[in-house]
């Protein structure tokens, strides 16, 4: 099974390397760019269908996984409902310069929940990794 992932990511680095090399020898064009966004978009479906996948498999191999998962999935849910009632219920100005204006109500509530939610995370990742020092310092 190993070799078989291996050769996979194998074939996925070479298709993407030969992508970057495409469009760097064709000067940034448009078809170069168009297949650099396909495969983009083809690799960000596989990698959400993977860990989709890696993640049902496990809760089906150890079922008692099933509550701790249930709870992260929920506690993901509230920090993306909040930080997206928190957004929508003020307007930020961001300017738009090829407009010469700002941005619509709804593209600065989409841009200010993405930067809620990524410090939401920074945040509880430096916890963690704070919290599981200490707790092994005390073991």
Known sequence: MKKILNILLGI?????????????????????????LIWGYFLFVFAIAAAI?????GMIQNPAGIKGTIISL??????VGVSYFY????????????NNGFFGHGETVITETSI????VAFVAAFVTAIATEIWGAFK
């Open 12 to 36: 996925l680095m070479a298709v993407t390397a030969v992508l970057l090399i495409y469009a760097i020898a064709s000067g940034g064009s448009d078809a170069a760019i168009g297949a650099n």
């Open 53 to 57: 996948f890696c993640a049902i498999f």
């Open 74 to 79: 929920a506690l993901i849910l509230i920090v």
């Open 87 to 98: 957004s929508a219920s003020h307007t930020v100005n961001i300017i738009d310069l090829q």
């Open 116 to 119: 809620l939610v990524t410090y």
